[in-house]
């Protein structure tokens, strides 16, 4: 739906996400999920031929400024900040896969989800040997909480990543799919059982694949994963400097951002330059300096760093945080964009993952309006 609105694309995404909306239909679009694994709380919302991932049943979402009304029945909506209309917005609608259940009764939805328009995502392992005490947990996680409630299964095996893959490339044109995964016990952080879901998955279905695990100890595991079927990588810092990456996540901080950079060094070697992700998650108490030095070394290896904003998650120690505030987000985005834009890393490149994706975060509107 083209955007009518007086506000710059990417200024009213990075509202959004700031901000939320609320919904005069919760119901529109097809499910989402309060708490759990990410992205939670949202609904995908497409803005000027961008889908994005906005905030909807979080605390400022329900006082947000913007209201999307109730859409029609191909998902057509309007939306209006302080009842000044902006313009036109969908919802991509109910994938068909959701409809499917495996041989043995699972439904095809608690093995992997649609994320944003046209991207499968999956946690192949619901637990985390960090999630287990309060004290090592990342304290945004709410991985447990979609196996609590019964919304997902503990263990996805690689047959059954493999007949859901296979099925919403059929069924509803997915173009690119996510893998992460909680760290279990040893030393390759989820690689092995990341590279037999990929060996399966490619076996069924030509799909491009985005792994996503915490940097292994031995770095051949790059090489294997990549041999397996991983066509991208992401190695997620979320918070960048020392102080808060120790308040926020006490266990995973362990991993030293030293260990994160000679394991991007050794992952673009294999992948290649673009093609190696991280998250850092703007808004957890890193300065935007802080955020656009670290950004900088990441691009100078070849690291795509997908920055976006961070959003409370009900149920989680951080769930009444505050979300960053727009302008935060545009002072980072925009310079990172220019960077990313001369350096010939840009998220259309990506070949798949949530930089590909781009919905949890404006950067790629950003990059957008630089390459028009």
Partial sequence: MENTTRLPTEVLINELQSYGARLVDPKAGHESRRGGAGPSDHKALTIDGMTVMVPVHTAPAFESPYLVEKPDEMGRSRISRDGTVLGEVSFPLRPRFYERSTADGIPYSQIAVLHGKDVLATTVLQTCIRYQSRTKTCQFCAIGQSLAAGRTIAHKTPEQLAEVAKAAVELDGVKHMVMTTGTP???????????????AIKTAVNIPIQAQCEPPEDDIWFTRMKEAGVDALGMHLEAVTPEVRARIMPGKAQVSIAKYMASFKAAVEVFGRGQVSTYILAGLGDSRDAILD?????????????????????????????????DFMHSILGPLSRMLVASGLKAVDIKAGCGKCGACSALSTYERMLTK
């Fill in 185 to 199: 016990k040893g030393d390759d952080r989820g690689a092995a059982i990341l590279a037999d879901s990929a060996r």
């Fill in 294 to 326: 670290i950004c900088e070394k990441l691009v100078a290896l070849g690291v795509y760093p997908f920055v976006v904003p961070f959003v409370p998650i009900s149920g989680t120690p951080l769930e009444s945080h505050p979300a960053p505030r727009p």
